[in-house]
DNA sequence: TCTTGATTTGACCATCTGGTCAAACTCACG
DNA sequence: CGTGAGTTTGACCAGATGGTCAAATCAAGA
C-alpha cells in the first residue's frame, strides 16, 4: 500500500477505476454475486494490483457505497422549506426521477443492498437517512398545518416517492418486459407528477 | 432420486422443508448468495440428503420460483372487467398489499432476482406476466373510455401499484430504520388508499 | 543517469462451495 | 420378521474465490 501521502496521477486513475468497475459488477450482482476477479478484470488490473489498492472485496463496497451515499441523498436535501410547497416537492420528485435514469446503476446497488437486509449500510440508515427524512417531514408537516398541501402521513410520502422513482432503475427488466420498445421515463414522468398534484393539492 | 411414482411420506415432507428453508436463505442472500450447505441446514437436512431430493441449487431456486409465481400473479388475476373499476382497482391494491405484509419472503425473493436483471426468470417475464399485464390494462383503458376513472397511462399504473406495495415488503429494513416502533402497515394502508382514490377519481 | 519509492505480477495458499458416491441405515409391506 | 426400495451420510473431489508475498518492473526527482 502506498504512503498516505498525496495520491499519486497512477493512484488516482487507478482507484477511480476500481470503483468504477465495482459500481458495475456490484450493481448487477449482488456483494456476494460480485467477485474480485470480475472487479479487476472490469478495471483492467490483475486482481493483486488491485488488492495493492483496497485490501480487500469488503472495503471497495464500503468505499463505493459511503462515496455515493451523498450523490444520494441529495435530492432530498434541496427540499427547501421557503420555496412553495407543492413545486418544491414535485421538483424532489423530478430529480429523484432523474436519477433512476441517469444512475441505474447506483440505485441498483442501494437496492441490492437494502433487499438482502442493508447489513453493510445499517448505520448510515438509521443515522443520516434517518435524521434527513425527519428534518425534512418537519418542513412537511409544516407545510400541512398551513394548509399549502393535502394532509398526509409525511413519511409515506416519501415513501411513496421512494418506490415511484427508484422502481424504474431497480426493476428496470421487468419494466422493460412490459413496455417492450416503449421509453420508460417518457410514461413515468407525466404520470408522476400527475399523481402527486392530486395526491397533494389541497 | 426415488422413483417417480407417487411421492411418500417423507418426500413430501422434506421436499417442503427444502421449500420452505430455500426461501427464507433465497430470499435473504439472493441467488449467488445463497448456499446449499445453509439451505440443508435450515431444512435439518445434510447437504448429500438435500441433493437426494433436488438435482441442484438451480433446481430448488426453479422449483420455488415456479412454485411461488402463480401464487405472485394472483392477485391481478381477480381484478374483474364487470366489477366497480374504483373498487376492483382498490381491492387489487389491498391484496398486493396483504401480500407484502404476509408474504415478504415471496417479495424479497423476486425482488432479488428483478434487481439483478432477472437471469432467471426473464421468459415468464415476457410471456406469462407481460400477457397478463396486457389483458388487465385493456379492461383499464376500457374504464378509461367509459370515464369511470380517470384517464392514466394503464402501463404505468400497474407499475405504480407495485412499486408502492412492494416497497415495504423489498425495503423493509429502511421503512423500519425510518418509522422506528411504528408499524409500516399501518399507516401504509390508508396512505395508499387515498392516493388511489385522489387519482382515479374521473 | 541513478536511485528509491511506487506499481505490477506470477505463483501460491486456505477456505468455501456445488456436487458425487458407495456404503449404511430405515421403513413399509408381504 | 425378512426383504427390497427408499433414505441418509461420511468421505471425497474439482473448481472458484478471497487474499498473500516476494520478486520484478516502472516512474520521477535529484
Redesign the interface.
Given at each position: 500500500m502506498p504512503k498516505d501521502r498525496a495520491p499519486t496521477r497512477i493512484q488516482k486513475k487507478n482507484r477511480a477505476a476500481i470503483l468504477e468497475a465495482a459500481l458495475n459488477v456490484f450493481s448487477?450482482?449482488?456483494?456476494?454475486?460480485a467477485t474480485v476477479d470480475q472487479i479487476a478484470a472490469e478495471a483492467g488490473l490483475s486482481k493483486p494490483n488491485l488488492l495493492y489498492y483496497f485490501p480487500s472485496k469488503e472495503a471497495i463496497h464500503t468505499a463505493l457505497l459511503s462515496g455515493l451515499l451523498d450523490t444520494w441523498l441529495a435530492p432530498l436535501h434541496e427540499l427547501d422549506a421557503d420555496g412553495d410547497p407543492m413545486e418544491e416537492i414535485l421538483s424532489y420528485i423530478r430529480r429523484k426521477l432523474q436519477m433512476s435514469r441517469e444512475l441505474p446503476r447506483e440505485s441498483?446497488l442501494f437496492?441490492?443492498e437494502?433487499?438482502?437486509?442493508?447489513p453493510r449500510i445499517?448505520e448510515a440508515?438509521?443515522n443520516d437517512?434517518?435524521a434527513l427524512?425527519d428534518d425534512k417531514t418537519t418542513i412537511l408537516t409544516q407545510w400541512m398545518d398551513e394548509g399549502k398541501i393535502a394532509r398526509?402521513?409525511p413519511?409515506?410520502?416519501?415513501?411513496?416517492i421512494?418506490?415511484?422513482t427508484?422502481?424504474?432503475a431497480?426493476?428496470d427488466?421487468?419494466?422493460r418486459?412490459?413496455?417492450g420498445n416503449?421509453d420508460p421515463f417518457a410514461?413515468?414522468e407525466?404520470?408522476?407528477d400527475?399523481?402527486y398534484r392530486?395526491?397533494l393539492?389541497p
Open positions: 448487477a450482482h449482488g456483494f456476494r454475486g441498483r437496492a441490492n437494502l433487499v438482502q437486509g442493508a445499517h440508515l438509521s437517512l434517518k427524512v398526509l402521513h413519511y409515506h410520502l416519501i415513501f411513496s421512494w418506490a415511484l427508484q422502481h424504474y431497480d426493476f427488466v421487468q419494466v418486459a412490459i413496455l416503449e410514461g413515468a407525466p404520470f408522476i400527475t399523481l392530486k395526491l393539492k
